[in-house]
């Protein structure tokens, strides 16, 4: 990992992969960053305007239903289905990585954390791979954000 803006930063979905194996509790979040998020210390529910009880961040622990598939797929699709979020909210948006306490749940049931200990940003590159890593499945899917029919 190289360090910008305090953090440092993971390279390559192997090296996020790593990290995601090596510890439990992680999560990303897509934004304008910790310097921002901490000061908010919430996230806004876009449709209603309400603050929530913490940070809207989805969780990288790879599940036990997962079981013996890899890692490094399961992290790809842990960032490709959220990929639409800087082209959605607007310059500066970038992926993260931190460890939090869960809180509760967002309306898109997304986990809601406090105590955010920002851990580091996540390079384009590794959204590159992950793109890669989800054209390459034998049926693959599109992002989260699919065009409505």
């Known amino acids: 990992m190289e360090a910008t803006d305090d953090l440092p930063v993971v390279g390559t979905l192997a090296e996020l992969t790593a990290l995601v194996e090596r510890d439990r509790g992680l999560y990303v979040r897509w ?24 940070l809207s961040a989805n969780p990288l622990d790879v599940e036990e239903w997962w079981q013996d598939r890899s890692p490094a797929l ?24 931190l460890r939090g306490r869960e809180a509760g749940r967002g309306p898109d049931n997304e986990p809601l954390v406090t105590d955010v200990r920002p851990l580091c940003w996540i390079a384009d590159a590794v959204i590159e791979e992950a793109h890669t890593e989800v054209a390459r499945q034998e049926h693959p899917w599109g992002p989260l954000r699919r065009a409505a029919r």
Do not use: N, Q
């Open 74 to 97: 399961w992290v790809a699709r842990r960032l490709y289905d959220y990929e639409h979020l800087p082209h959605e909210k607007g310059a500066g948006i970038r992926p993260w990585v």
């Open 31 to 54: 934004s304008r960053g910790p310097a921002i998020d901490l000061h908010a210390v919430s996230s806004i529910d876009d449709l209603t305007g309400v603050a929530m009880p913490g």
